[in-house]
């Protein structure tokens, strides 16, 4: 029985946002974090999602074929945390045609085995994709305090990233979040992770409900 995917929406032609190229957003639905100030609370909502198995995904973003090749395009699934169809994204990368990327925005903190998350990002990777890692915080009480959970598997999967050469394949977004981490903060903690080999670096906004702050 094939793997299914939980989607809450599907997001055609996007530009520079998700991916190289033009690319469709799959939300799919759960999430492990309970963050304080949760930037897509539809992903925790059981009742505005589609079961769809692989091929059933593919049949329908096949419309976009074209608009992949002829871009350097794919697919971006995003959510809440994709990893938690680790099983399901192996499975669609194994029906896509030639010339599909395939890109992850996820936090790492997903409840897999680490041996499940290598496997899923190199099946991700070898497509052309890339990962796109919001990291939260590199601070453990910060990051407790605001997701209810602890960093610890994140950076050890930050570690295996650099271990297996994928560092150059990842863009790591760092957040200022509104009464939880300040510029200082994530300024510092860009810098951590530049130290660490990771050279794509966003440090960027959360743009919460009735919060709204520029540069």
């Known amino acids: 029985m094939s793997s299914q995917f939980l989607v809450q929406v599907i997001n055609r032609h996007r530009m520079t946002v998700d991916g190289k190229g033009v690319t469709t957003l799959v939300g799919l639905f759960g999430c492990p974090l309970k963050c304080k100030l949760c930037i897509n609370k539809n992903v925790l909502s059981e009742n505005k999602f589609r079961r769809m198995t692989p091929e059933m995904l593919w049949n329908e973003l096949s419309i976009d074929y074209c608009y992949y090749l002829a871009s350097g395009g794919g697919i971006t699934f995003g959510g809440g945390e994709s990893l938690l169809h680790a099983g399901a994204i192996i499975e ?93 903060i994530a300024e510092k903690e860009a810098t951590s992770i530049e130290k660490m080999g990771f050279n794509n670096i966003d440090l960027f906004y959360y743009i919460i409900r009735d919060y709204m702050i520029e540069k």
């Not at 029906?95 to 997903?110: D, Q, R, W």
């Not at 290598?118 to 939260?136: A, C, F, Y």
């Not at 601070?139 to 994928?166: A, F, H, Q």
């Open 92 to 184: 669609f990368v194994k029906i896509l045609p030639t010339g599909v990327s395939v890109n992850l925005e996820t936090s790492l903190n997903a409840p897999i085995s680490d041996k499940l998350f290598l496997e899923t990002v190199d099946s991700v990777l070898e497509t052309g994709g890339e990962l796109i890692i919001d990291i939260k915080s590199l601070d453990k009480d910060i990051y407790k305090s605001y997701t209810g959970l602890d960093n610890g598997k994140v950076l050890r999967r930050l570690e295996m990233l650099l271990e297996n050469g994928y560092q150059d394949k990842c863009q790591i977004r760092v957040p200022v979040i509104p009464e939880v981490k300040d510029m200082s």
